[in-house]
């Protein structure tokens, strides 16, 4: 996850660079991001159906080289072309891998242990936020924006050998009737807690996004600190959010509705002070860390409800919830959108990340409260 994550946070960092280096102007180059967002929204599912009758070693390996094959055909070529048609493809496989890796690592340890075990899985993500995507950005511009990716694609290969490696061979069990145990997934997906939970992620994921994703232009024109501890205050989020997934993931396994209502309630707060002090650094850094903590205090317990609620289907449902994840992360730039172009001032976009976490609340009592169907 952390190699793979480290794309996805990269290309954020050199956009300036691949624009001039395929002589295309900032908002076109952005379609790279797009693409591969909706590779990732659309290709777990599909996935999750295509593989479910396939050991699972078999399945992380093979989305991992296709993720690393997808990069360095588009970073050969270097179009935007061949990069916007290779990074959705690469989305396709990165859905599919995380789908997969969650599941995975929840089976090698004991039930009490499963949302634990799915935190440590998307820790990879913090730690591309913390390293991969400031790493690989100086590294490309200094040496060029392709070699960041170059990198990505080595650590990738080499996490699937090491998964090859290390990874035990279960083959997934077999059924008389591959159509019956399909349909039997997909009415696991008919679940209204399901959809609930699935509903919590895309609020949650983009209640503390929306932040996150303006915070370089809330600091340097609101906070107004100097552009060079932009960087250090982006990895202190990345720290909290580190921290976060592992008080969440002892939480979670135990208590996850306390785990949810903690983080939202968390987010909740730290986004409403940081819109209203955002005009004091000395307030605003220690609470993008909080906020960091906050936000992937859920993630755990997500997962843990989602492999509660769907055991049969865990595949298919841990694909859905990357979707909803991924959901979340692409909503936010046209929720943004609407009060900046009223001419709202920066601190607006903090308020509606209060506004989704309030949101989130009631369906978080739902779950809590509604009996097993």
């Known amino acids: ?37 909706i590779g990732v929204v659309i290709g777990g599912p599909p996935f999750a159906v295509i593989s479910r009758r396939w050991p699972r070693r078999t399945a992380l390996v093979l989305t991992q080289l296709v993720f690393a094959l997808c990069i360095a055909i588009g970073l050969l070529i270097s179009t935007y072309e061949a990069l916007l048609i290779t990074r959705f493809l690469a989305g396709l496989a990165y ?39 400031p790493a690989g950005t100086a590294f490309g511009y200094r040496t060029g924006w392709q070699s960041g990716f170059w990198l990505v694609v080595t650590l990738t290969v080499l996490a699937a050998i090491t998964i090859t490696l290390a990874t035990p061979h279960r083959p997934q069990p077999t059924t008389k009737s591959p159509d019956t145990n399909l349909r039997r997934e997909l009415r696991t997906l008919r679940q209204p807690r399901l959809w609930t939970v699935l509903a919590i992620t895309l609020l949650t994921t983009a209640s503390y996004m929306i932040t996150f994703s303006y915070l370089s232009e809330l600091l340097t024109r609101t906070t107004r600190i100097p552009t060079t501890w932009t960087a250090p205050v982006l990895v202190l989020f990345g720290l909290g959010a580190y921290l976060g997934l592992a008080i969440g993931g002892r939480i979670a396994d135990r208590r996850p509705h306390l785990a949810l209502t903690t983080g939202t309630i968390g987010i909740l707060t730290t986004s409403a002070l940081i819109a209203t002090l955002a005009h004091h650094a000395s307030a605003v850094i220690p609470l993008v860390f909080l906020l960091g ?81």
């Open 95 to 133: 859905a599919g891998f995380f789908a997969v890796a969650a599941v995975t690592a929840v089976s090698l340890v004991p039930a009490d242990r499963a949302a634990r075990a799915s935190g440590v899985v998307v820790s990879g993500l913090s730690l591309a936020m913390i390293l991969g995507g």
């Open 1 to 37: 996850m952390f190699a793979m994550g480290s794309s996805e946070f990269l290309l954020a960092g050199v956009l300036p660079a691949v624009a001039s280096g395929l002589h295309v102007d900032l908002a076109t180059v952005g379609g790279l991001i797009t693409a591969f967002a």
């Open 293 to 373: 903590v906050a936000g992937f205090i859920l993630n755990p317990a997500i997962y843990g409800r989602i492999f509660t609620l769907a055991p049969t289907a865990p595949t298919l449902a841990g694909a859905t919830t990357v979707s909803a994840f991924q959901l979340g992360i692409s909503f936010v730039p046209a929720l943004a959108a609407l009060p900046l172009h009223l001419g709202a001032p920066l601190p607006t976009i903090p308020c509606l990340g209060t506004l989704l976490a309030t949101l989130t609340l009631p369906l978080i009592l739902r779950d809590h409260t509604t009996k097993h169907r």
